[in-house]
């Protein structure tokens, strides 16, 4: 559960996509109503067909004092082209978010629909941030050392060039220095060997650019033995294959929950076991669990943007939420943080 805002921050608007995501829009108003309860200091602004929002709120009781519907006649499919989609669709859900966030209305926008149509619309709409060329997602990944460790890109651009790996190093360095409070984050790229001669093109070049790079802790390159062990705070990918090791982590994370529990069924004296462990375990399964986290940052845009799993639950919105409401709330009343030198940056995660 992610922590509540107070009433001693500033009140910050956000909007949800209510279309988005393979249980939407019941899953999406349900978690969003959720929130609603959890922070009475947050507006929250359901974004899309009105009568299919109002038929699943009819079904939840009271309605929040601060949660409201937008009115958003188009959706996008996962399957549609994203730039085209944003394009043509101006009354989607994700474009009527997006530009409720652009015109000020609101302070962040999340979906858990189509991830290249929210990368489109954040682009096109809000913008990257100026010295961005390439946004990315900033997912926190479990480590052994108990920190979770920020990967980026986890799958807004597939094809990187060395220039692009950089800025995300920056972006990723500045985000872990914002929200971590680390005054100088371990970065570290992602490759299938140490030493700087492995690895592909793409790797190898951003490797010696990274050398170089004033105002990075980069500690050269990394496996994901070491990502998991904790020992970087920041490691940087492209998007496809940052998406491949999310999407790897899960299924990894499924299966050793599975076996264990068809091991645990095989007898009585494992089943004791088991419930003497359970909340051990429980503690296990939420840490590899998306829903606790709720949703991971685009970075490099102007605005706070939350993109959530596609099969989003109603706990993993309302979680998103409140990842949302959080970095508005800091984003509106955040400083320069003295001990990072990326201001530029920091302001462009902020903002």
């Not at 009271?62 to 009115?71: A, E, I, K, M, S």
């Not at 999340?110 to 619309?121: D, E, P, Q, R, T």
């Not at 920190?147 to 872990?176: E, M, N, W």
């Not at 496809?240 to 499924?254: D, R, S």
Request: charge should be negative.
């Amino acid at each position: 559960m992610q922590d509540q805002v107070t009433s001693e921050t500033k009140r910050v608007a956000v909007a949800v996509d209510a279309m988005g995501g393979d249980l939407a829009p019941q899953a999406i108003v349900t978690g969003a109503v959720s929130a609603a309860r959890l922070l009475p200091d947050v507006d929250i602004v359901l974004v899309g067909i009105e009568s299919a929002i109002q038929a699943c709120l009819a079904t939840l009781g009271v309605q929040p004092g601060n949660l409201r519907v937008q009115h958003a006649s188009q959706t996008i499919d996962m399957c549609e082209p994203p730039v085209a989609a944003i394009r043509q669709k101006r009354d989607s859900s994700i474009s009527v978010g997006m530009r409720s966030v652009r015109d000020g209305q609101t302070q962040a926008f999340i979906s858990a629909g189509s991830s290249g149509a929210v990368m489109a619309g954040a682009t096109l709409i809000l913008k990257p941030q100026t010295g961005v060329d390439r946004p990315a997602i900033a997912t926190p990944f479990p480590t052994r050392s108990g920190k979770r460790a920020i990967l980026l890109d986890a799958g807004a651009t597939a094809d990187c060039k060395p220039a692009h790996l950089v800025q995300f190093a920056r972006l990723g360095s500045a985000y872990a220095c914002a929200v971590g409070d680390l005054p100088c984050p371990r970065v570290g790229l992602l490759s299938i060997g140490e030493e700087p001669s492995k690895g592909d093109e793409l790797t190898k070049e951003t490797h010696q650019l990274l050398l170089t790079t004033q105002g990075i802790n980069f500690v050269g390159n990394v496996e994901p033995k070491e990502l998991v062990r904790g020992e970087v705070d920041v490691v940087v990918c492209d998007g496809f294959v940052g998406n491949l090791m999310l999407k790897a982590g899960e299924g990894i994370g499924e299966l050793i929950m599975g076996l264990l529990k068809d091991e645990i069924a095989k007898s009585w004296v494992f089943r004791l076991a088991a419930a003497l462990l359970r909340p051990a375990i429980y503690r296990v399964k939420a840490c590899m669990d998306y829903a606790e986290y709720g949703g991971a940052l685009l970075l490099g845009v102007n605005g706070v943007v939350v993109i959530s799993h596609g099969r989003s639950s109603a706990q993993a919105i309302e979680n998103a939420i409140c990842l949302a409401a959080r970095a508005a709330q800091r984003s509106a009343t955040s400083s320069p943080v003295s001990h990072c030198d990326e201001r530029e940056l920091l302001d462009s995660i902020s903002h």
